[in-house]
């Protein structure tokens, strides 16, 4: 867009908020258009966060239907599997079609309105209909992604109550395959409420089917109706549960509703990629993550702009394979994790070159902060120095994206995500909470404002959803991240400051990955911090003391990976696993978490005042062991 239309929005929205969110309102169909905006307070006593309460729409009607009429015969996504050139398109019809037989054989399980569904599947055309199913009959998403192990599947099914689970016989990814079938079943022994296991083939592996409980997709397609009509549902009800790690306990199931989402998917669509006919839309982003919800799935098909649903990843069959596809399918904007664009700017210039990338128009980077190395490489090599980049800065829990430089509007800056978008009051705050005004200056991110996108609650525990986001700094919504607003007013992204750790775009929560490790028999105390990883962006640094009169070795860091593997996934495996003597406490007992981190980065010199240690001598063991 241009300055004078950025300007123009910014001043909408200051002058008349309610009429300015209502325009946004009109970029979707509803049954019943809203004549109410945002309805929120963060004020303790009285804490609400509503978005068009009055009005009536249907997600999967405003992604499938409307386009019927005029372009049911285009592309609506394209399935580009493991193996290139093995993929194939599908169009608006066929799509609403599947969505329509899969609500149908969703409602034939005994699955209505407000009932959660759990999905647990490959980037595959089925998973679109899945998820466009659910919101099509009302029922309440949960997608979980395929790399999480049977343990954290059967939580996330347990939490959310569901008794309909999707999945599929088995993955196939990088050329491994992953068996996701088993897992399922595996959870299902560990969790007690699944009554439904629907199984769509996609490798066609021999998977035992349990009788009673397991249907085949594939056997009852052809059967079931390609028509359903779309549940009419109130702006407020649920759409979505994603579940995300948090610096404390099990992770939280983050509860989007279905009109002030899909109105901020929408409208933020439009205004960082500002679609148009000729366009093919490629976000990598599974849809095991909220970017895959937001990007992948919801923000091109409300657009009516083919989206790539990319069942691979970007170094197989060879690090050429994002180039190689762009080409072959004409992908005219590539949205990505830096830590893919670091792998592969490892791999040189020869394998991008080698391909034209000349339908590219816009290049997009979502996740974690890009190190200005890798924006540079991405925007001079991969962009051929012609193309802007979008650094878009959000969150599971804000819906879509909420800061990012727009093309046009914008000028670029290798590794800041720029400025808030228009409605966005980003705020900094020092540790007292107080509010830190001016330019060069840095604090903790907070939001002062609510947006149509923002998380209404955690799923089963509205009191947890207000302490973590809403006490520390009362009366603002906390993100979490740390931030810096340069001298020209520009915010930089610094990273967590909560007990997260961003491992490849990835959140894992540390005090999941420490009780994963304190399972295992011979370890007495485990805590773990962030250090800084060439291409994850973040790894997992691990400090574990033994019970007395064990000692650590190769075997035994291979069975604390497996324990993580177990609880966790493959994803929170830590990069280091030390063994250490004692841990450094305070004379109260609190891990000093500060230390172990300035170890795990390697500032030996930043250790600051360790005197107040119960045993300060713990520090110089472990800065030895490093
Ligand atoms: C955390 C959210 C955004 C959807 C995918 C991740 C970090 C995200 C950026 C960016 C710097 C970023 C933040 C944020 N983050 N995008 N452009 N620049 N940091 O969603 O798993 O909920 O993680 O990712 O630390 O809090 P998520």
Redesign the pocket.
Known sequence: MTPSELAALHEAHASDPHAFWLEQARRLDWDRFPTLSGDWSYAADDFHIRWYEDGILNLSANCLDRHLATRADQTALIFEPDTPGTGHAVTYAELHAETCRFANLLKECGVGKGDRVVLYLPMIPEAAAAMLACARIGAVHSVVFGGFSPESLAGRIDDCGARVVITADEGLRGGKHIPLKANVDAACDLSQGVETVIVVTRTGADVPMHEGRDLRWEDHRERLSPDCPAEPMAAEDPLFILY?SGSTGKPKGVVHTTGGYAVWIATTFDWVFEPRGDDLFWCTADIG???GHSYTLYGPLLHGVPTVMFDGVPTHPDVSRLWETIDRLGVTILYTAPTAIRALMREGDAPVTAFSRQSLRLLG??????NPEAWRWYHDVVGDGRLPIV???????TGGILMTPLPGATSMKPGS?TAPLPGIAPLLVDAEGREITGNDVSGNLCLAASWPGQVRTVWGDHRRFIETYFTTYPGRYF???GCRRDADGDYW?T??VDDVI?VS???VGTAEVESALVAHALVAEAAVVAAPHDLKGQGIHAFVTLIAGEEGSPGLVAELNAEVRKHIGALAIPERIQFAPGLPKTRSGKIMRRILRKIAEGQLDQLGDTSTLADPGVVDQLVRDR
């Open positions: 995300t993550w909220v970017t980077t979502v996740g974690e902060p890009i650094d878009t800065w959000w969150q599971t829990e995500a993100t979490g991240d992204i990273g967590r961003n775009g990835h959140r």
